[in-house]
């Protein structure tokens, strides 16, 4: 393990390589995830967002997609929808990096925020997200495709006290 | 080898919401046209004249034709109506050099 990963826009060809990416991703949650039906990620959906020009990914030495990050339109708001780094290339600041590239991104499209489910406790979620400026929603006042989009995360089996919105205003 | 061409952009927003729409729709075209951001946005300091505007981009291409194409494209297209009202845009084609450079 070398060179921080670089990141990049995505391209069509990366997309097949991404749902194994998050599904190692979430073996980092061990137990915590045991009951969650996690939402998989669609090679056909990551090209739409490839050619949209709202997918990222970090690649290795050899440009590889190592993780990648995700967004669509929410509310109005950039909406993280994925960001995943590979458990053997992750505390090299990919996740960082790609964080960043998004909220670039909202600024460059002009949004007013970008906006996200994560988990309230996990090191790299929550606590991970505030260090780049995101604060918690309170879960009662959300805007309406948010709501929707927590309540479905809940009925996949999240913990509903540890799943939250938090959001970045750019 | 073909020259590079460039798209240099000069744009004034006006309405952002709208002006979302297009930043969402022109990336279809550039892909297809093989473009890349150069310049896009960015700090910028004007060392001569006036009628600046906020948001600076330059976009390489291939080649001229390709530049040419990529506007011209229904894809391209579709972005500039999104964009309708919601911008004030300077929007210059021009051919790369790759001749002798000072020495």
Redesign the interface.
């Known amino acids: 393990m070398t060179a921080a990963p670089k990141i990049r826009p995505a391209r069509e060809e990366d997309c097949p390589a991404l749902p194994a990416i998050k599904s190692d991703a979430a073996r980092a949650f061990g137990d915590l995830r045991r009951d969650v039906a996690a939402r998989p990620v669609s090679v056909e959906a990551m090209a739409v967002l490839a050619?949209?020009?709202?997918l990222w990914v970090a690649a290795d030495e050899t440009d590889a997609p190592v993780g990648f990050a995700a967004a669509t339109?929410l509310d109005?708001t950039l909406f993280l929808a994925d960001l995943h780094v590979r458990p053997d290339a992750a505390r090299r600041g990919a996740g960082r990096a790609l964080l960043r590239r998004v909220i670039d991104h909202g600024r460059?499209?002009?949004?007013p925020a970008v906006t996200l489910l994560t988990d309230r406790l996990v090191p790299w979620n929550a606590p991970f997200y505030a260090t780049e400026g995101f604060v918690m929603l309170d879960a009662l006042r959300l805007p309406p495709q948010l709501a929707e989009k927590l309540a479905s995360d809940l009925a996949r089996g999240h913990d509903p006290s540890r799943r939250t919105a938090m959001a970045k205003r750019l | 080898m073909d020259k590079k061409a460039y798209w240099v952009a000069r744009v004034e927003v006006t309405n952002m919401e709208a002006y979302q729409g297009y930043v969402a729709k022109n990336a279809a075209a550039f892909k297809k046209f093989g473009a890349r951001f150069i310049v896009r946005g960015g700090p910028f300091e004007m060392l001569e004249g006036g009628g600046a505007k906020s948001r600076n981009v330059v976009i390489e291409f291939p080649n001229l034709q390709a530049a040419r194409d990529c506007w011209h494209s229904p894809e391209y297209q579709e972005a500039i109506a999104a964009r309708k009202g919601a911008a004030l845009v300077d929007l210059m084609l021009i051919e790369g050099y790759d001749g002798p450079q000072p020495a």
Not at chain 1, 51 to 54: L, R, S, W
């Open positions: 050619a949209e020009g709202t339109m109005g460059w499209a002009f949004f």
